[in-house]
């Protein structure tokens, strides 16, 4: 399967602790996409990346999270200092550039903040 | 502020019937249009999309309408199945960038 792939799928940690998230894109895809999702929400976007160039976080995204795609291949999603309002479903997207492109999601990571 | 707003909030459809979820945008720089499906525990699957320079998309059972004057495009679910009940979540673009999406609507399809 060559879809996008998240990792880990859940994570339960302690409030004021740091997590890591992991994305693989589809190989050929140069544009990466991080969301949120709540329960009973659709998706929010958070930031993307077009290669390893980040080109937009949102204006909501708190200055605890940071995202680095460093070789314009995987990403990673920090949240440092975690909060209970951080519980939610992380998603990864990856499109191709070039016009409107359909966005392909990964299973996304669940996290809960203890 | 919610750019995409879906309606009816869930929907209870019989085996066999006609599933019609509507969305609105408010954005009209918006020009790319799909359709997510959601099951449980995993991640929005690409359904169908749509451009506003035609009105109507039919792929398999699944149809959008869309509507530009009105800033509204609706999926039309023929002959539903027990399988596709599911999230149904409506998004929007403009061009190749960040979507904005619905809250999700859910279907059910009994027997």
């Known amino acids: 399967d060559t879809g996008v792939s998240q990792n880990p799928r859940h994570k339960i940690t302690k409030r004021g602790q740091n997590v890591t998230f992991r994305c693989d894109p589809i190989s050929e895809h140069n544009r990466l996409y991080w969301y949120r999702q709540t329960l009973g929400q659709g998706p929010e976007f958070l930031t993307y990346f077009q290669n390893e160039a980040q080109l937009e976080k949102s204006r909501l995204l708190s200055d605890r999270f940071s995202a680095e795609r460093p070789k314009g291949s995987f990403s990673t999603l920090e949240i440092q200092r975690t909060e209970q309002g951080d519980s939610a479903m992380y998603l990864c997207?990856?499109?191709?550039?070039?016009?409107?492109?359909?966005?392909?999601f990964g299973d996304g990571t669940r996290l809960s903040i203890l | 502020q919610q750019q995409v707003k879906q309606s009816p909030q869930s929907l209870i459809v019989q085996k066999g019937g006609i599933s019609i979820i509507n969305c609105a945008y408010e954005?009209?720089?918006?020009?790319?249009f799909p359709w997510y499906q959601q099951f449980p525990g995993k991640g929005p699957a690409l359904l169908i999309a749509i451009r506003p320079d035609v009105s109507e998309k039919k792929e398999g059972r699944f149809t959008i309408s869309f509507n530009k004057s009105a800033k509204q495009f609706s999926l039309h679910i023929m002959d539903s199945q027990p399988g596709d009940s599911a999230t149904y979540v409506c998004?929007?673009?403009?061009?190749?960038?960040?979507?904005?999406f619905g809250k999700g609507n859910q279907v059910v399809v009994i027997p």
């Open positions: 997207a990856s499109s191709l550039t070039g016009g409107p492109q359909p966005q392909h």
């Open positions: 998004a929007a673009s403009k061009g190749n960038n960040r979507l904005a």
């Open positions: 954005n009209t720089a918006f020009d790319y």
